[in-house]
């Protein structure tokens, strides 16, 4: 196993998110990536790099050209509005629904906010530019590494990355991580790709870049978006749109599902991912699947996280694993890394 390690994720620290009715600290916190690197290296799973830079036409790939304007320049805006704004994070505080317009940018730095975004919970720092693209860095290198030739790639970076559409950020996430592996895995010639998203949380902002296209398979197993984030996508109902219908598989469970049922779902999810015959697999990993998991009700143990890599291992693909959620800080370590070993021994 292949690490790429984002060495600046912790320049994204937040201060506060917006949670159930409080202003609390955040839970998506650098001690995240520390404690999965910490376990990496007492297990010695393999070489673990720094990436290089990629190019921004290779977000491109993904994300418009005007979201990734405004998030390289947000924080300047932000401080330039106020210089007392500095010891502040940036929170939106409102946003285009429905039949308000979204076609044209606001002058507004507030009105940008929210345009480019879905939720208060995801504060923009001083440095979540600058984490956030290394770890598109660090993704893009994955796909590579699988290409050359590598069986097994792991981001380890954060902000994670599911939830942010081409065009928005929220759920902690910035930049779409898993999306521009998968994109970079076909433009570096692979014909097909799948991913997997095995957060506790649906992914929707991969779900909606890949939604039309056929080329990608999405297969997500998370909690009923009906009482659980992101709410408003994640419905077993949704397929997938014009050429990209049947290419979209969502595997809802009621929160508090069984260990039994959610290990179910994977077995559907791997069946669908074996017919489709993809050149290489991406895996949104995200861990607070956990019982422990301050944020979430499945029940997941320790060494449940050891089978998911054993399964995943024998669809036989080149796979670029890359870090999500997961919020139970001191399990969180072993919890990843055993998805890794799971991966690397079971073949
Ligand atoms: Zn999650």
């Known amino acids: 196993m292949l690490t790429f390690y984002n060495e600046l994720h912790a320049q994204h620290q937040g201060r506060h998110e917006f949670f159930r009715g409080e202003l609390v600290p955040c839970f998506e916190k650098p001690e995240r990536a520390d404690s999965v690197l910490a376990e990496l290296g007492r297990r010695g799973l ?24 405004f998030l390289r320049n947000a924080w300047n805006e932000w401080v330039a509005l106020d210089p007392a704004n500095a010891k502040k994070d940036a929170i939106p505080s409102v946003w285009p629904v429905r039949t308000l317009r979204s076609d044209i940018e606001p002058d507004n730095f507030a009105a940008r906010m929210g345009l480019y975004s879905m939720d208060s919970g995801t504060p923009l720092t001083a440095g979540t530019w600058t984490a956030a693209k290394t770890g598109a860095d660090c993704a893009v290198n994955a796909a590579h590494a699988l290409r050359l030739g590598e069986r097994g790639a792991f981001v380890l970076s954060r902000p994670p990355g599911h939830h942010a559409g081409a065009d928005f950020f929220g759920g902690y996430c910035f930049l779409n991580n898993a999306a521009l592996a998968a994109q970079h895995l076909l433009d570096d010639g692979a014909r097909k790709v799948a991913i997997i998203d095995i957060d506790y949380h649906h992914g929707n902002g991969t779900q909606s870049i890949f939604y039309q296209r056929s080329d990608v398979l999405f297969i997500s197993i998370h909690a009923d978006p009906r009482g659980e984030y992101p709410f408003y996508l994640g419905h077993a109902d949704e397929r997938g749109e014009g050429a990209g219908h049947g290419f979209n598989l969502n595997l809802p469970l009621a929160a508090g599902s069984s260990t039994q049922a959610w290990f179910s779902a994977l077995e559907t999810a791997c069946i669908r991912i074996g017919s489709f015959a993809p050149d290489a697999l991406v895996v949104s990993l995200g861990v607070d699947t956990f019982a422990g998991d301050p944020l979430s009700r499945f029940s997941l143990q320790s060494a449940d996280y050891l089978k998911i890599g054993e399964r995943l291992a024998w669809l036989n693909l080149p796979t670029a694993f890359i870090f999500e959620g997961g919020y139970a800080i001191k399990e969180l370590g072993v919890n990843v890394v055993n998805v890794l070993e799971g991966y690397e021994t079971a073949l």
């Open 46 to 69: 393999g070489r673990i790099v720094t990436p290089h830079g990629v190019p921004l036409m290779s977000l491109e790939r993904v994300h418009t050209p005007r979201y990734l304007h």
